[in-house]
C-alpha cells in the first residue's frame, strides 16, 4: 500500500511516455488514470491507517549514496504529515487527471500530456515521503522538471517556453541555497536523515558558522530554498508566468504539488526550525508580505488564470507565516483545505475556459451564469471557501491561521496578523470581483463565441463536483484532528513543538473580536465588489483612472519582472557576451595567438633561408631539444 | 599472477592496437576496405569491451592495492618497468574508455566517409593509449601513454574535422605539450632522486617538501590543460567545434579525464605538502572555471562550443573536489568525472545527430526540431536534465558531494559551485529551447526523420547508465570507496606530519 500509492503513477508515467505511441491516446491517457486511481486508492487509506491507526512506517527500498560516512538512501517514510500529503496528493491529482480527460481531448499529443502529468505526481509523492534530506531535494527537483515540461506543454508558443524556463531558472535560484542548506546540515549534525538529525538538535544548539548559530543559518538556507518552490515574495515570478501550461497543469501545480513543497519543507523541518527563532522571525515577515502583496496584484489582474495565481500566491504567504509563528499544524492544515478548493477553483476556470472557446481574459466574458449552472455554483464554493467564510473549508484553517499570528504576541505575528486581514478582505474582493466579471452581466464575448458556450461534458463535472463537496467539507471534518483538542494525538510528534512553544493552545484563547475579525473581512470585501462591479459598474475604470500610477503599479505586478530583467536578465547575458568575446577571445586567446602570429613572421623569415615546412622543422627542433636536454641530464647524473 | 589469471589489462590495452595493425593491413577496393575497417574496429572495439568487463566482475572491492597487476622489467638498470595494475581510483575509467569506443565506432559509421581505414585505425590506437594510461603504475609508461593519446587525437581533428581544423589541432597539440614537457622534466627528476619510476614506490618514500612545489607545478601544467583548467581552456572550444562527432565524444568524454585523473593518481599522494599550500589558488581557478565558462557557455551560438564551455564548467567542479581533500569530494570528483564521461559523450553525439542531417552546428539553424524528432528529444532532454545535474541522473551526485565537501571548506567555496546550478540550468535550457521547441520555421527541418536504429543502438547503453548512475551510485562508488579512504588518510598523515614537525620547529 504505501509504496503502490508512490510508485503506480510512476508506471502510468511510463506506460503512457514509453508505450504511448504504440497504444494509442485512448490506451494511454487511461492506464495513467487508472494509475492514479489504484494510487489514490493506496494513498488515502494510507492516510487514515497512519494517522488516525497511529501507525507510522518507514519501507526502506535501497541504498542510494554512502561514501565515507555520508548516507542515504530511498525509503518512504510514513509519517502522519506525509501521510497527510500522501492521500491529499494522490486524491487531487486522481481528480486532475480524470478531467484531464475531457479537458485534454482534442490534444494531440495526449501520452506525453498524460505521462509528464503523473511524473508531476510521482515526484511529489517522492518529495514528501523522504526520510532524508537528499530524497526530498530528488522529488523537489523532480516537481521542477516535471512542471519545465508542463508549463512548455506547449512548446511551440514562444511564451510557454520562456514560462517554462523561468520557472525553472527561478526555482534554481531556491535550489542552490537548498543544496547549501544540505551541505550545512550534513557538516553540523553528520547526517541527512530526519530521525538522526532530529534527534541531534539539542547537541548543536550552540553550534556556530561564519559567526551565527548554525541552526539559524541552516533554517535561513532552507527557507530561502522554500521561497522559490513556494513563489514567496522575491522568488514568486515564476508562478503567475505558469498559467502558460494547460489549465489542469495549473491545478496540480497550485493545489496539490510543487508549490505546496516549500510549506511542506519547513513543516518537515520544525524540529529545526523551533530553534531559529530569528529565522521564523524571517518567515513570518517573508510570509505575511507575500500574502498582502499577492493580494493587491491579485485585485487588478485580467486573465481568469492569472488572478487564481496570485491568489495561490497570497495563500502560501498565510501558510508561512503560520508556520513562523509556530503553528506548523495551521500551516499543513492550510495546506489541506486550500488544494481542495484552488484545484476546484482552477478546474472551475478551465470549464469556464472551455465554454468561452479558449478565451481567458475576465473582461471578454460576462453574463453566463445560465448556460454553465454546475460551473457557476462549484466557482461559489471556491470562491466560498477561499474567502473564508463560515462552514467552509477555508474558513476553519485561514481563522486559525490569524488567530495563531494574533496569539504569537510578537511584533512580526502582529504584522502579519493585521497584513494578514487586510489580505482577507482583498482575497473576498478580487475572489467575488472574478464571479461577477465571468459569470454576471452583459455578455461581452462575440456572438460566436456565446452561441458556443456549453457546459463541460460529465467527466470534467465529477471532479468538480467531489472537488467541491471537499472544499465544503475537509474544514468542518478535519479540524478537530489538525488544530483542535485532538492534535496532539492526530499528528503523534511528525510535526515538533519546542516545550516553549504554546502556540496550538495558545490561538484558542485570543478575544472574541479576533476569530470574527476575517469572517468581516471577507464579508466586507464581497460586499465591496459588489457594489464595484454589479451595481456600479462604472466605477473601478474612474477610480484606475484617477489613481494611474497606483493602478498601473499593481497592474504591472509591483514591476518585479521589469526590476529583474534589468538586474539579472539583462546583465547577465552582458556579462556572458563580454566574457566570451573579450575574455577568452580577445585575453586568453589573444596571448598565444599573438606568440603564434610572432613566430609565424619569424618564420616566416626563416624560410627564406631554409626551404620546407615549417612545422615540421619546429617540431624536429622541439623533441629534439626534449631529448638533447634529457640525454644530457641523464649524463651528468649517471 | 593476478585474479583474471591472464594479463588481461596488456590484452585489453593491446588488442585494439591489434586491431589497428589489421586494418592497415587491408588491402582491395575502396569500398571494401572501409566496410572491413569499420566492422574489425567494431569488433576489435567491442571485444577489448568484453575482456574489460572481466575488470567489473572480478575486482576485488574492498581493496584499496593495486590489482591484477602486470610487471615485467624493461630498462632494469634505470629502474623502469612495464608495470601495469588497476585500484579502484582507475579501474572504472579503463571501462569508460572500453564502453566508449565502441559507440564512437557505431557513431562515425556513416558519417565518415573518406578515408575511413585510417580513421578507424586512428580511433583504436586512441583507445589503446587512453586504456594503457590508465593502468599504468609506472611513471615513464604513464607519460608515454599520455603523449600518445596526442598523436591519433590530433590526427583526428587535422584530418577528419571541419574547415578550421589545421588550427584547432595545432593549438590542441602545443597546448598539451607545452603542458608534458613540463611535466618530463619533473618525471625525470624525480626519477633522479628516487632511481625509479614505480609510482606506488615513489608515494610510499615520499618527495622532500623542499621540492613539492616546483614538481607540483610542472605536474599541474600538462594535468590543468588536459582538464582543461581556466584561463587555458581555450583550445577545447576550437578542438570541439572543429572535430568530428566521435572525436569530440571521446574528447569530452575520456580525455578531459587524464588531467583529473592524473591529480588524484600523482599530484595528491606524491606532493600532498604542495597540494595542500596551492589548494586555495586551484579553488580560486576552479570557482571562476565554473562561473565565468557558464558565462561564456550563455553567449554561444555554436551548439558544440557551448557544450563545451560546459564541459570546462563541469571540469570545475571536479578540480575543486579533489582539493578539497576529503573523502566526499574525492568521490564526487571521481564520480563527476565519469557522469561527465557519459553525459557530455552522449550531448555530443546528440549534436552529431542533428548535425548529420543538416551539417550545420548553429543554434539558430535549428528550432522546432521536437515536433519532427520526438524520440530525439525526449533523448536530448533527458542528457540536458543530466547536464544540470537533476537528482536521479549521474551528474547529480557527483556535484552534490563536491558542494557538500566544498562547505567544509568555505561557505563561498560551495556558494561558487552551486552557482553553477543555477547558470547551467539557464545556458542548457537556453539551447534546448533554441534548438528543439518552438516552431519549425525552416523547410528543410520539417522533412528531419527521427532516430535510425544505429543511433538509438548509440544512445540506449548511454540513457541506461546515466540513469543507472544516478538512481543507483552505489554500484560504481563502490568501486573506489577503499581507495579514496586510503587516499584521504594518506594525505592527511602527510600533511599532519608537517603540521607536526612545523610546530616543532617554531617552537
Known amino acids: 500500500m504505501y509504496v503502490g500509492a508512490v510508485f503506480f503513477p510512476l508506471l502510468g508515467a511510463c506506460i503512457s511516455g514509453f508505450l504511448g505511441r504504440w497504444i494509442g491516446p485512448i490506451a494511454a491517457r487511461w492506464s495513467t488514470v487508472v494509475c492514479m486511481a489504484l494510487a489514490a486508492a493506496c494513498g488515502v487509506p494510507a492516510f487514515f491507517d497512519v494517522a488516525f491507526g497511529h501507525n507510522p512506517a518507514t519501507v526502506p527500498i535501497a541504498a542510494w549514496i554512502a561514501t565515507g560516512g555520508l548516507e542515504v538512501s530511498w525509503a518512504l517514510r510514513y509519517d502522519t504529515l506525509s501521510a497527510v500529503m500522501v492521500g491529499m496528493v494522490t486524491f487531487?491529482?486522481?481528480?486532475?487527471?480524470?478531467?484531464?480527460?475531457?479537458?485534454?481531448?482534442?490534444?494531440?499529443?495526449?501520452?506525453?500530456?498524460?505521462?509528464?502529468?503523473?511524473?508531476?505526481?510521482?515526484?511529489?509523492?517522492?518529495?514528501?515521503?523522504?526520510?532524508?534530506?537528499?530524497?526530498?531535494?530528488?522529488?523537489?527537483?523532480?516537481?521542477?522538471?516535471?512542471?519545465?515540461?508542463?508549463?512548455?506543454?506547449?512548446?511551440?508558443?514562444?511564451?510557454?517556453?520562456?514560462?517554462?524556463?523561468?520557472?525553472?531558472?527561478?526555482?534554481?535560484?531556491?535550489?542552490?541555497?537548498f543544496m547549501l542548506g544540505v551541505a550545512l546540515t550534513f557538516w553540523t549534525f553528520g547526517s541527512?536523515?530526519?530521525?538522526?538529525?532530529?534527534?541531534?538538535?539539542?547537541?548543536?544548539?550552540?553550534?556556530?558558522?561564519?559567526?551565527?548559530?548554525?541552526?539559524?543559518?541552516?533554517?535561513?538556507?532552507?527557507?530561502?530554498?522554500?521561497?522559490?518552490?513556494?513563489?514567496?515574495?522575491?522568488?514568486?515570478?515564476?508562478?503567475?508566468?505558469?498559467?502558460e501550461g494547460p489549465t489542469p497543469v495549473s491545478a496540480l501545480i497550485h493545489a496539490a504539488t510543487m508549490v505546496t513543497a516549500g510549506v511542506f519543507l519547513v513543516a518537515r523541518m520544525s524540529p529545526l526550525f523551533e530553534y531559529a527563532p530569528t529565522a521564523l522571525a524571517i518567515v513570518t515577515v517573508v510570509g505575511a508580505a507575500t500574502a498582502f502583496f499577492a493580494a493587491t496584484v491579485g485585485c487588478v489582474q485580467n486573465d481568469i488564470k492569472r488572478v487564481i495565481a496570485y491568489s495561490t500566491c497570497s495563500q502560501l504567504g498565510y501558510m508561512f507565516f503560520a508556520a513562523g509563528v509556530g503553528a506548523y499544524q495551521a500551516a499543513i492544515f492550510h495546506l489541506f483545505t486550500h488544494a481542495f478548493f484552488k484545484a476546484l477553483l482552477f478546474l472551475g476556470a478551465g470549464s469556464v475556459i472551455h465554454a468561452m472557446s479558449d478565451e481567458q481574459d475576465i473582461r471578454k466574458m460576462g453574463g453566463i451564469w445560465t448556460r454553465v449552472p454546475v460551473t457557476y455554483a462549484v466557482m461559489w464554493v471556491g470562491s466560498l471557501a477561499l474567502a473564508g467564510i463560515p462552514i467552509f473549508a477555508g474558513y476553519y484553517s485561514k481563522d486559525a491561521i490569524l488567530e495563531a499570528a494574533f496569539a504569537s504576541h510578537s511584533a512580526t505575528g502582529m504584522l502579519a496578523f493585521l497584513l494578514g486581514l487586510v489580505a482577507a478582505f482583498l482575497t473576498a474582493f478580487y475572489s467575488w470581483r472574478l464571479l461577477i466579471l465571468v459569470f454576471h452581466g452583459a455578455p461581452r464575448a462575440d456572438e460566436h463565441v456565446m452561441a458556443h458556450v456549453h457546459e463541460s461534458p460529465l467527466v470534467m463535472l465529477v471532479p468538480l463536483l467531489l472537488l467541491a463537496a471537499g472544499a465544503v467539507l475537509t474544514g468542518y471534518l478535519f479540524a478537530p484532528f489538525f488544530i483542535g483538542h485532538a492534535w496532539e494525538e492526530f499528528w503523534a510528534g511528525s510535526i515538533h513543538n519546542a516545550p516553549h512553544n504554546h502556540i496550538l493552545h495558545d490561538m484558542h484563547e485570543v478575544p472574541a473580536w479576533v476569530p470574527l475579525a476575517p469572517t468581516v473581512a471577507g464579508f466586507t470585501g464581497i460586499a465591496l465588489a459588489y457594489v464595484l462591479y454589479m451595481f456600479a459598474p462604472g466605477v473601478p475604470e474612474r477610480l484606475a483612472a484617477t489613481f494611474r500610477g497606483f493602478y498601473l503599479f499593481l497592474l504591472n505586478k509591483w514591476y518585479f519582472d521589469e526590476l529583474y530583467d534589468a538586474i539579472f536578465v539583462r546583465p547577465a547575458l552582458a556579462i556572458a557576451r563580454i566574457a566570451f568575446r573579450v575574455g577568452d577571445q580577445r585575453i586568453i586567446d589573444g596571448v598565444p595567438n599573438g606568440a603564434a602570429a610572432l613566430a609565424v613572421d619569424a618564420a616566416r623569415g626563416a624560410v627564406r633561408i631554409q626551404t620546407g615546412r615549417v612545422a615540421s622543422y619546429a617540431f624536429t627542433m622541439i623533441i629534439g631539444l626534449v631529448l638533447f636536454v634529457s640525454l644530457l641530464y641523464l649524463g651528468t647524473t649517471r | 599472477?593476478?585474479?583474471?589469471?591472464?594479463?588481461?589489462?596488456?590484452?585489453?590495452?593491446?588488442?585494439?592496437?591489434?586491431?589497428?595493425?589489421?586494418?592497415?593491413?587491408?588491402?582491395?577496393?575502396?569500398?571494401?576496405?572501409?566496410?572491413?575497417?569499420?566492422?574489425?574496429?567494431?569488433?576489435?572495439?567491442?571485444?577489448?569491451?568484453?575482456?574489460?568487463?572481466i575488470l567489473w566482475f572480478r575486482f576485488d572491492r574492498s581493496s584499496a592495492e593495486l590489482q591484477f597487476v602486470e610487471r615485467l622489467d624493461w630498462l632494469p638498470d634505470y629502474g623502469v618497468a612495464y608495470a601495469m595494475g588497476v585500484d579502484g581510483l582507475s579501474v572504472l575509467f579503463v571501462l569508460?574508455?572500453?564502453?566508449?569506443?565502441?559507440?564512437?565506432?557505431?557513431?562515425?559509421?556513416?558519417?565518415?566517409?573518406?578515408?575511413?581505414?585510417?580513421?578507424?585505425?586512428?580511433?583504436?590506437v586512441l583507445e589503446s593509449a587512453m586504456v594503457g594510461f590508465f593502468c599504468a603504475t609506472d611513471l615513464l609508461l604513464f607519460f608515454l601513454f599520455f603523449e600518445m593519446v596526442l598523436i591519433p587525437m590530433f590526427l583526428i581533428i587535422g584530418i577528419w574535422g571541419g574547415p578550421r581544423r589545421v588550427y584547432a589541432a595545432f593549438k590542441f597539440f602545443l597546448y598539451t605539450l607545452a603542458g608534458s614537457l613540463l611535466m618530463l622534466l619533473a618525471i625525470i627528476f624525480l626519477w633522479h632522486n628516487a632511481g625509479t619510476t614505480d609510482?606506488?614506490?615513489?608515494?610510499?618514500?615520499?618527495?622532500?617538501?623542499?621540492?613539492?612545489?616546483?614538481?607540483?607545478?610542472?605536474?599541474?601544467?600538462?594535468?590543468?590543460?588536459?582538464?582543461?583548467?581556466?584561463?587555458?581552456?581555450?583550445?577545447?572550444?576550437?578542438?570541439?567545434?572543429?572535430?568530428?562527432?566521435?572525436?569530440?565524444?571521446?574528447?569530452?568524454?575520456?580525455?578531459?579525464?587524464?588531467?583529473?585523473?592524473?591529480?588524484?593518481?600523482?599530484?595528491?599522494?606524491?606532493?600532498?605538502?604542495?597540494?595542500?599550500?596551492?589548494?586555495?589558488?586551484?579553488?580560486?581557478?576552479?570557482?571562476?572555471?565554473?562561473?565565468?565558462?557558464?558565462?561564456?557557455?550563455?553567449?554561444?551560438?555554436?551548439?558544440?562550443?557551448?557544450?563545451?564551455?560546459?564541459?570546462?564548467?563541469?571540469?570545475?567542479?571536479?578540480?575543486?573536489?579533489?582539493?578539497?581533500?576529503?573523502?566526499?569530494?574525492?568521490?564526487?570528483?571521481?564520480?563527476?568525472m565519469l557522469a561527465h564521461g557519459v553525459v557530455?559523450?552522449?550531448?555530443?553525439?546528440?549534436?552529431?545527430?542533428?548535425?548529420?542531417?543538416?551539417?550545420?552546428?548553429?543554434?539558430?539553424?535549428?528550432?522546432?526540431?521536437?515536433k519532427v524528432m520526438p524520440a530525439f528529444a525526449a533523448v536530448f532532454m533527458l542528457f540536458s536534465m543530466a547536464n544540470v545535474a537533476l537528482p536521479g541522473t549521474a551528474n547529480f551526485v557527483g556535484e552534490f558531494l563536491v558542494i557538500v565537501s566544498a562547505m567544509r571548506t568555505n561557505f563561498w567555496l560551495a556558494f561558487g559551485a552551486a552557482l553553477g546550478m543555477v547558470l547551467g540550468a539557464a545556458y542548457t535550457l537556453w539551447l534546448y529551447r533554441r534548438v528543439a521547441f518552438g516552431r519549425i520555421t525552416r523547410e528543410d527541418l520539417k522533412g528531419l526523420l527521427d532516430m535510425s536504429p544505429r543511433e538509438h543502438a548509440v544512445f540506449a547503453p548511454l540513457v541506461l547508465l546515466v540513469l543507472w548512475m544516478g538512481v543507483y551510485p552505489q554500484s560504481f562508488l563502490s568501486f573506489f570507496e577503499t581507495s579514496v579512504a586510503a587516499l584521504v588518510q594518506q594525505h592527511e598523515a602527510a600533511v599532519g606530519a608537517a603540521q607536526r614537525f612545523a610546530e616543532t620547529v617554531v617552537r
Open chain 1, 92 to 177: 487531487v491529482s486522481f481528480l486532475i487527471h480524470l478531467y484531464s480527460v475531457g479537458y485534454m481531448a482534442h490534444d494531440p499529443t495526449q501520452p506525453r500530456f498524460f505521462a509528464y502529468l503523473s511524473l508531476f505526481t510521482f515526484m511529489m509523492l517522492m518529495l514528501v515521503t523522504a526520510d532524508n534530506l537528499v530524497q526530498l531535494f530528488f522529488g523537489w527537483e523532480g516537481v521542477g522538471l516535471a512542471s519545465y515540461l508542463l508549463i512548455g506543454y506547449w512548446y511551440e508558443r514562444e511564451s510557454a517556453n520562456a514560462a517554462a524556463i523561468k520557472a525553472f531558472v527561478v526555482n534554481r535560484v531556491g535550489d542552490l541555497f
Open chain 1, 192 to 243: 541527512l536523515e530526519f530521525t538522526a538529525i532530529f534527534g541531534a538538535v539539542d547537541q548543536h544548539l550552540g553550534d556556530r558558522f561564519l559567526g551565527v548559530p548554525a541552526l539559524e543559518l541552516i533554517a535561513v538556507l532552507l527557507f530561502l530554498g522554500a521561497c522559490g518552490k513556494s513563489a514567496q515574495i522575491g522568488l514568486h515570478t515564476w508562478l503567475p508566468d505558469a498559467m
Open chain 2, 1 to 53: 599472477m593476478n585474479a583474471a589469471g591472464f594479463p588481461i589489462l596488456s590484452l585489453v590495452t593491446f588488442l585494439p592496437l591489434a586491431g589497428a595493425l589489421i586494418i592497415a593491413l587491408v588491402r582491395g577496393e575502396e569500398r571494401v576496405i572501409a566496410s572491413n575497417a569499420r566492422w574489425t574496429a567494431l569488433w576489435s572495439s567491442l571485444i577489448a569491451f568484453g575482456l574489460s568487463l
Open chain 2, 96 to 124: 569508460l574508455c572500453t564502453a566508449l569506443t565502441p559507440l564512437c565506432v557505431l557513431a562515425s559509421w556513416e558519417s565518415i566517409e573518406h578515408r575511413v581505414r585510417e580513421y578507424m585505425a586512428a580511433f583504436l
Open chain 2, 199 to 336: 609510482i606506488p614506490t615513489l608515494i610510499q618514500t615520499g618527495v622532500d617538501p623542499r621540492y613539492q612545489i616546483w614538481l607540483f607545478l610542472a605536474f599541474f601544467a600538462a594535468f590543468a590543460v588536459k582538464v582543461p583548467m581556466w584561463p587555458v581552456h581555450t583550445w577545447l572550444p576550437d578542438a570541439h567545434v572543429e572535430a568530428p562527432t566521435a572525436g569530440s565524444v571521446i574528447l569530452a568524454g575520456v580525455l578531459l579525464k587524464l588531467g583529473g585523473y592524473g591529480f588524484v593518481r600523482l599530484s595528491l599522494p606524491l606532493f600532498p605538502h604542495a597540494a595542500a599550500e596551492l589548494a586555495p589558488l586551484i579553488f580560486a581557478l576552479s570557482v571562476i572555471a565554473i562561473v565565468y565558462t557558464s558565462f561564456v557557455a550563455l553567449a554561444q551560438e555554436d551548439m558544440k562550443k557551448l557544450i563545451a564551455y560546459s564541459s570546462v564548467a563541469h571540469m570545475g567542479i571536479v578540480t575543486l573536489g579533489i582539493f578539497t581533500f576529503n573523502h566526499q569530494g574525492l568521490s564526487g570528483a571521481v564520480f563527476q
Open chain 2, 344 to 370: 557530455s559523450s552522449a550531448l555530443f553525439l546528440c549534436v552529431g545527430v542533428l548535425y548529420d542531417r543538416v551539417h550545420s552546428r548553429d543554434i539558430a539553424r535549428y528550432g522546432g526540431v521536437a
